[in-house]
């Protein structure tokens, strides 16, 4: 009866199962793949996961407090704040002398000041000094790294960072006297348990990163700004990080080894990155 | 004959072709809207698309200049930087005093200092105090906006939003004496026309915007972070900016207004982003 009206579909009944299943199968398949290679898309970014507002609804507006600089010593401390800027080099070389914990802490307070989506704050900082978790952090990292430099990344990468003579080997991970392991928040947690969404979350977080080293720099310490390719989840694990968290960068901070070099390298100069319209 | 050694696949010649035929199809499908959905996946970094390494095969390393600073001035030092950088607000109301272009030089020299990915400085800042310019900017910034606030985002981000006064209007847009336009740099071109890689180009501008904003609060001005979803392809039109060239972030710089007001907001205590393993 059914093949009178529709006898396409009777005659290519198996067939069309067969599409239909295919379908269903590759349709999941990607989507997992699709999921598990990019987690972060701007469309997600306004997923729909709660239901009250991030911050407080009655939240008071106060006068802001400014003093105005006489525009003479608006530009010396431009200029001032430019050549401590300029002083800071990317070390691969670290003393073991021990800095100060609360160096280290005054350094991840100013981090913190940065801004954020919606104030979402979405960033945690782990700082280890502790000898057997740095190794620990140092054996993933060396094998992850070992991985990427001999197959994931082919002799691109290879070849381009050949010239700043780095490898697998990461001494600097058990020398320095401080790691600190930047993880941003993917989402929030409300006080009545819903999830927060965070806003541009890997944004918001880098751009503590750039106050965090320059807070570095401006205390007299040095770093490497690195981002260990794929050691996320088997750190963020060692270090029993909540499964909100993701791993975005690795600072190991100290002084720099007494023999220290740097690659001699140039920046760009002003007329290269900035464009007036006047 | 074929039939002897496999007779399934005989039998099931049109199934299996029909399923052949569907992998294919939703193969490229998904391919084509993973493509579309996700640009920029980690996986992507190091796609060949250059022969030439980055930087010199003859870098010189040189040795590092270092002078180390007494515990308690490194301490004092860091202290004070937390002082500035706690000191900075996202202001929205803004002065149309002018500002020496001097200054603003000198804040963008201070961002091009930042680390990136296998040094490819992939950053571009446009300056605009030109004021037909800031006017055309502020038109394409409200009107993406207000489809922003009333559609795109949906209730959770206006309610989201609402604490801190924000709405579609952006008067500071021309009243400001200064945008910062940042873009970054997808991929370079090298000296033989080749495209060249830039490695984590979206975490290296943003680094170099942390920076921007704690040299915009050193030098005594004020800013506002935004992130003007989806004005990106415009604005880049607008500022004939290339096709490697993407908008990040649009940052208005001056003095704030005479009865600027802020959101009495609070940070996290160190506490709640701090974790120490000593």
């Given at each position: 009866?059914?093949?009178?009206?529709?006898?396409?579909?009777?005659?290519?009944?198996?067939?069309i199962v067969i599409a239909v299943i295919s379908f269903v199968l590759f349709n999941k398949f990607f989507n997992w793949s699709y999921r598990r290679i990019a987690p972060k898309v701007d469309e997600k970014l306004f997923e729909d996961v709660?239901?009250?507002?991030?911050?407080?609804?009655?939240?008071?507006?106060?006068?802001?407090?400014?003093?105005?600089?006489?525009?003479?010593?608006?530009?010396?401390?431009?200029?001032?704040?430019?050549?401590?800027?300029?002083?800071?080099?990317?070390?691969?070389?670290?003393?073991?002398?021990?800095?100060?914990?609360?160096?280290?802490?005054?350094?991840?307070?100013?981090?913190?000041?940065?801004?954020?989506?919606?104030?979402?704050?979405?960033?945690?900082?782990?700082?280890?000094?502790?000898?057997?978790?740095?190794?620990?952090?140092?054996?993933?990292?060396?094998?992850e790294?070992?991985i990427n430099?001999?197959k994931r990344m082919g002799?691109?990468?290879?070849?381009?960072?050949?010239?700043?003579?780095?490898?697998?080997?990461?001494?600097?991970?058990?020398?320095?006297?401080?790691?600190?392991?930047?993880f941003k928040q993917t989402y929030?947690?409300?006080?009545?348990?819903?999830k927060?969404i965070h806003?541009?979350h890997e944004?918001?977080?880098?751009?503590?990163?750039?106050?965090?080293?320059?807070?570095?720099?401006?205390?007299?310490?040095?770093?490497?700004?690195?981002t260990p390719l794929n050691c996320g989840p088997a750190i963020r694990s060692?270090?029993?990080r909540p499964a909100n968290e993701k791993l975005v960068?690795?600072?190991?901070?100290?002084?720099?080894?007494?023999?220290?070099?740097?690659?001699?390298?140039?920046?760009?100069?002003?007329?290269?990155?900035?464009?007036?319209?006047?």
């Amino acid at each position: 009866m059914f093949s009178e009206y529709a006898p396409f579909t009777t005659k290519y009944f198996y067939h069309i199962v067969i599409a239909v299943i295919s379908f269903v199968l590759f349709n999941k398949f990607f989507n997992w793949s699709y999921r598990r290679i990019a987690p972060k898309v701007d469309e997600k970014l306004f997923e729909d996961v709660q239901e009250e507002p991030a911050l407080p609804k009655d939240l008071k507006h106060i006068p802001y407090r400014y003093i105005r600089l006489p525009e003479k010593e608006m530009l010396s401390r431009a200029s001032e704040f430019y050549q401590i800027a300029a002083a800071r080099r990317t070390l691969r070389y670290f003393s073991a002398n021990p800095v100060p914990k609360e160096v280290i802490r005054e350094i991840i307070r100013a981090a913190g000041t940065a801004p954020s989506g919606a104030h979402t704050e979405p960033w945690s900082f782990v700082v280890v000094s502790n000898q057997t978790m740095k190794s620990k952090i140092r054996s993933i990292v060396e094998q992850e790294e070992e991985i990427n430099y001999r197959k994931r990344m082919g002799v691109k990468w290879t070849v381009d960072l050949s010239p700043l003579r780095t490898n697998w080997i990461k001494e600097y991970l058990t020398i320095a006297p401080y790691l600190i392991l930047v993880f941003k928040q993917t989402y929030g947690t409300l006080p009545n348990g819903k999830k927060k969404i965070h806003y541009y979350h890997e944004m918001s977080v880098s751009i503590a990163c750039g106050i965090l080293i320059t807070a570095i720099q401006y205390a007299g310490l040095v770093t490497l700004t690195s981002t260990p390719l794929n050691c996320g989840p088997a750190i963020r694990s060692l270090l029993g990080r909540p499964a909100n968290e993701k791993l975005v960068l690795l600072l190991p901070v100290g002084y720099p080894a007494k023999d220290a070099t740097v690659p001699d390298l140039q920046r760009k100069p002003l007329s290269e990155i900035l464009t007036e319209i006047y």
